[in-house]
Every structure is written in C-alpha cells, then in structure tokens.
C-alpha cells in the first residue's frame, strides 16, 4: 500500500491493542500496513536514560488502512476502545 492510499487508523504502545485491533480488521477483511518505531530515539537502549523506562513505552506501533476502508476500519476500532478516540 503506497503513502497516498493509506490512512492511520490507530496509534499505541500497548502490543496487545495493536494485535486486537490487527485481529479485528483481518477478521473483517480489511487490508492493513503497520510499523513500528522505537520511541527511544536512534540510539536505542543503549542511553542510560532509556535503561530504567517502563519496557511497554519503548515502541511506539501503528496501523494503517487504505482510504476506500478507513470509515468502516474506524468505526470497528471505535468499537473496541469504546468509542474513546
């Protein structure tokens, strides 16, 4: 999926939202792209800053729909969270 066909659906650091989230979509068969960032910079753990973070903040996940599939993709993850975002 190209950058200009897609839409963010969800933004978190908690895995497991990431993974119920990605379970619902392919459930409903919607294609989605995901990544995923270190939000501890380029340098990683490696900092002594970084080495007494909380480990569920150290990766930042996201989920990307195609555009055609954003709304429907939406109100699923509205959903789940219960209507938070």
């Known amino acids: ?5 897609k839409k963010e659906v969800l933004v978190t650091f908690s895995l497991n939202d990431f993974n119920r989230v990605k379970d619902i979509l ?3 068969h919607i294609p989605y792209d995901w990544k995923t960032v270190p939000s501890c910079g380029r340098r990683g753990r490696r900092t002594l800053g ?4 909380d480990e569920s903040v150290l990766r930042q996940y996201y989920l990307y729909v ?5 709304e ?5 993850v509205q ?3 219960g209507r938070q975002s």
């Open 66 to 70: 195609s555009k055609k599939e954003y």
């Open 72 to 76: 429907r993709a939406q109100y699923l």
């Open 50 to 53: 970084t080495a007494f973070m």
């Open 1 to 5: 999926m190209l950058f200009w066909q």
């Open 26 to 28: 392919a459930a409903n």
């Open 79 to 81: 959903n789940v969270f």
